[in-house]
């Protein structure tokens, strides 16, 4: 397996940081209006994300820890970088009134080099700690 990692320490309370990203359903850090349904509740949920008129990004809630601030993710349906078997782990730590968020995810590439479906991830991943560092600045 392949792994990916991006750690950021974000000017924003953990508390606020975990309670945005813990909440499997609430896209609203997400721009643009994603088009998001969710089935179920709890570990097992999935959020369902159109990728364009006949893709959908299918992914799945695997485990939430309160106590260790860890969410954990599958998409096992149309990921949106170059693998498969993808598997992500959301992690938030408390930095002083800041906070650490570490993203990683293990996958096996489909088509490229590890290095390069890894900077794709870290890549996006930087892209979306942006988003939502700046939803939780704005009271999310």
């Known amino acids: ?19 945005l990203v813990s909440s499997f359903g609430d896209t609203s850090w997400m721009p643009g209006g994603a088009q998001v349904t ?13 990728a364009g008129p006949d893709k959908v990004i299918r992914e799945r809630l695997e485990s939430v820890d309160e106590r260790s601030r ?3 993710y599958t998409i096992p ?8 078997d993808y598997r992500a782990t959301l992690r938030v730590r408390e ?37 939502i560092r700046d939803r939780v600045k704005a009271g999310g």
């Open 1 to 19: 397996m392949a792994t990916a990692r991006v750690t950021r320490e974000l000017d924003v309370p953990a508390a606020a940081l975990w309670r």
């Open 38 to 50: 969710l089935h179920g509740s709890g570990p097992g949920m999935e959020r369902r994300i159109a």
């Open 70 to 72: 860890t969410l954990v």
């Open 77 to 84: 349906e149309n990921v949106p970088f170059p693998v498969k």
């Open 95 to 131: 930095k002083g009134a800041a906070s650490e968020l570490d993203w990683s995810a293990s996958f096996e590439p489909d088509g490229v080099s590890e290095a390069q479906a890894a900077q794709a991830i870290e890549g996006m991943y930087g892209v979306m700690v942006g988003w």
